[in-house]
């Protein structure tokens, strides 16, 4: 079987690592000339760990950890209060105890397979068109000029997949607004910074927070929910603009949000990876046409107020490669691509289940709605002080949401050479 994948970010190189253990060859494309060093904090739960213990490179998350000693929040005043420190075997915090940058996993993932005997990797390289999805194979155009045929084409372009909307109608893909903005850029790192993840509530539904890295930056983070019908639409026609757009817009709504909002305002003209966008799910009616299958936000976006979007991804991965591992050579993918989907899709569809009332209630418009807010927090923060609790709620691993990963045989750490 020969697999093109689209896409070298986490998803990518995860599939391509499994599918080289059962012998598969894989060719990963990545539009960018380079890996990018880029992307914010993100964090793996449950049987995600289990993934990656699986790949062998538990030990390599763990060194490049982002340092964040935990979670804490800012009061009006500028002051921390409410922390919720990381204590290992407890899930009691904001923050993971495998925080970690995107680019830092994606590096990691691509170090540990690019040199396999199996895995092509193609940089500067895209799918500029589909040219047949059929019972015989697939065959792409390759932005290079070139037309090649492989059994199985896999999409892991992200959110906005292109190869998505070649190889899928329209109707069966349904965006779910939840009407939040967010905007996110490296800034550089003073004497006052913390090692904390430090969040801060300004009036009229807008965060501001800070991460560390372990690269001697911090991260920032601004978002808003639009109060009035005339934010909503400053807000839509950003995100169609530009970075100069984007950032006069930011500007406007951030400037009288107090805290550290003038320091980061000044430094988002200099980051090299300011990004700016709607908070939205993808939610497809079904993950697989002929031998097109998607993966990761191509397939399930759960967006950032889950925390689940890296995990799902690995563990798609994963459920992926171990349902093609089965099937007998030379014979369609279409059985193997709907057990995947079978398997997973309980798991994507209750991962993505937001309450209502989420992100509302964590932007709270009003001084006496953030002071209830707030003082919810710091209650909790010292509720969860017990140390018979943090004991109580088990480890990142083991809190797996209900979904025990497959078990496939030719995965074992061992068996990747």
Not at 20 to 32: D, I, N
Not at 368 to 396: E, H, M, Y
């Amino acid at each position: 079987m020969r697999v093109l994948i689209s896409g070298s970010g986490i998803a990518g190189p995860t599939l391509a690592c499994f599918l080289a253990k059962a012998g598969v060859r894989t060719t990963v494309l990545e539009k960018s000339h380079s890996l990018l060093p880029y992307g914010q904090n993100i964090d793996l739960s449950g049987s995600a760990i289990t993934v990656v213990k699986k790949m062998g490179l538990i030990d390599e998350v763990r060194r490049w950890n982002t340092t964040e000693k935990g979670t804490q929040f800012i009061d009006p005043k500028g002051r921390p209060f409410a922390p919720f420190p990381v204590r290992e075997g407890s899930t009691l915090s904001l923050t993971s105890e495998f925080e970690i940058l995107r680019g830092d996993l994606a590096a990691i993932l691509h170090k540990a397979t690019r040199d396999h005997p199996k895995i092509d990797y193609r940089f500067g390289t895209t799918i500029t068109e589909v040219l047949a999805n059929d019972d015989e194979s697939v065959e792409v155009k390759l932005s290079e000029g070139e037309t090649q045929e492989y059994d199985l084409l896999v999409a892991v372009d992200g959110q906005w997949s292109k190869v998505r909307k070649q190889c899928f109608r329209s109707e069966s893909v349904d965006v779910v607004d939840k009407g939040m903005n967010a905007a996110y850029w490296t800034v550089p790192r003073l004497p006052r910074d913390n090692h904390w993840w430090n969040i801060y509530h300004a009036l009229g539904s807008r965060i501001i927070s800070l991460r560390p890295d372990p690269h001697g930056t911090i991260r920032a983070l601004f978002a808003h929910m639009p109060c009035t019908e005339a934010q909503s639409k400053a807000w839509r026609e950003a995100i169609k603009g530009g970075r100069n757009t984007q950032q006069k817009l930011l500007r406007q709504e951030f400037a009288d949000a107090g805290w550290e909002a003038q320091r980061l305002l000044g430094s988002m003209e200099q980051a090299p990876d300011f990004y700016f966008q709607p908070i939205q799910q993808i939610k497809m009616s079904k993950w697989s046409n002929s031998r097109v299958v998607c993966l990761g936000d191509a397939a399930f976006a759960p967006t950032p107020l889950t925390g689940m979007g890296t995990s799902l991804a690995m563990i798609g991965a994963y459920v992926l490669a171990g349902e093609l591992s089965k099937l007998d050579a030379g014979r369609h993918p279409s059985k193997s691509l709907d057990a995947y989907e079978s398997i997973l899709r309980p798991f994507v569809e209750k991962s993505q289940n937001i309450l209502f009332f989420v992100p509302a209630i964590a932007h709270p418009k009003t001084a006496w709605k953030r002071w209830l807010l707030q003082s919810f927090f710091s209650s909790v923060s010292k509720i969860v002080a017990f140390p018979w609790l943090a004991r109580w709620t088990g480890n990142a691993e083991s809190r797996n949401d209900g979904f025990l990963l497959p078990q496939y045989p030719c995965f074992d750490a061992e068996n990747f050479r």
